[in-house]
């Protein structure tokens, strides 16, 4: 078995949306939450793929791409563009589908408690000390063999080669196998996990996001 990361080719969009969707729940497939495939990749990979592809690696089993890392070197960049969005709700029914339509409908009533609480979770982090961020997620074929720590070492090498001081990242607050990883990468949790609307467990407990930040020493490495 050979295994290894290279650049992301145009060639793998559709592997790499696919993945994104495979792994949409912590690292299992997000189908029974939310079925359509075609706007969850377009909402979590889209702009990665389409926008800053240069930022993106691939992990290879055989030839075969088994998971992904989605980088962006400066987090202001990125926009989920309104179209984007009143194509999915409304073009391909999202707002009315089974799945989609109870996720957003508790998403609404999430967002209205939340503000009314003053607790509003914040859309983008924005901060200059860890101005970059990013997204892994591998098939269950390709974990537990190092792919994963070798993606996020070729993309903090990127990170420090280009001069950019720190990078975070959001994992769901409930997967410890996440946090554990990227606490084994040098990230630290930063602030209290806080909630991600619309989302539930099997058992219809909410879901939280967690914060980390890793930032980077610019000196090369011994
Ligand atoms: C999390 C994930 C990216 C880790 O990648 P991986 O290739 O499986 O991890 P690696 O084999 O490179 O492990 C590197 C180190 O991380 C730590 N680690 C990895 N998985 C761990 C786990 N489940 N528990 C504790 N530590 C873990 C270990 O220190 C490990 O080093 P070691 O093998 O020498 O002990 C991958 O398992 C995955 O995609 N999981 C599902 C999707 C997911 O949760 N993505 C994150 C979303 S934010």
Redesign the pocket.
Known sequence: MTTGVRAYRPEDRAAVRRICFE?GY??EPIAWQWPDEESFADVFSSWYTDQEPGSALVAVVDGEVV?YLLGCLDSRRVDLKPSLAAHHLLRRGLLVKSGTAPLLGRSLVDIGRAAVRRDLPHPTFLDDRWPAHL????LPA?????????LVHRWLATLRSDGVPGCH?E??AE?A??S??FE??GFTRRGEPTLMPGFRSRTGGRHHIQLMVQSLSLEPEP
């Open positions: 792994t912590m690292g998971g997204h892994i997620n591998l390709g974990r537990g063999q190092g792919l994963g720590a070798e990242l994992t769901w997967n196998n996440a554990a990883f084994a990468m």
